[in-house]
């Protein structure tokens, strides 16, 4: 009889995945990385890579958000994810020009 803690992890885990239950749950999933800042946000944001156990599964980003009532979930591709990155970085430059000029920072 194994221990827990001799148990291997399943190989087909890709290095990301916190290996809870893989085979249960069907797919692949790393830990959440929250999307804090230092203030009270609308929506609490979660930021997590997640891939199919199949063996044609491709990993993708989850972006989730909550708020009192309402959960909403956004799966993007890795190539979406990188558009994504130079998209917000963009438009947050826009932003803090904008809140320059208006001295809101
Ligand atoms: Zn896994």
Redesign the pocket.
């Known amino acids: 009889m194994k221990s827990p803690s001799t148990t291997p992890?399943?190989p087909?885990?890709?290095r990301w995945?916190?290996?809870a239950d893989?085979a249960r749950r069907g797919r692949?999933?790393s830990r959440a990385r929250h999307v804090e800042t230092a203030r009270a946000e609308a929506y609490v944001i979660d930021l997590s890579l997640t891939q199919s156990?199949h063996p044609a599964g491709e990993p993708l980003l989850l972006l989730t958000g909550v708020d009192d009532a309402t959960v909403a979930t956004l799966t993007l591709s890795l190539a979406q994810g990188a558009v994504l990155r130079y998209r917000l970085a963009a438009l947050l430059d826009v932003a803090k020009i904008v809140s320059n000029q208006r001295r809101w920072s």
């Open positions: 992890d399943p087909a885990c890709p995945c916190d290996r893989c692949h999933q156990t």
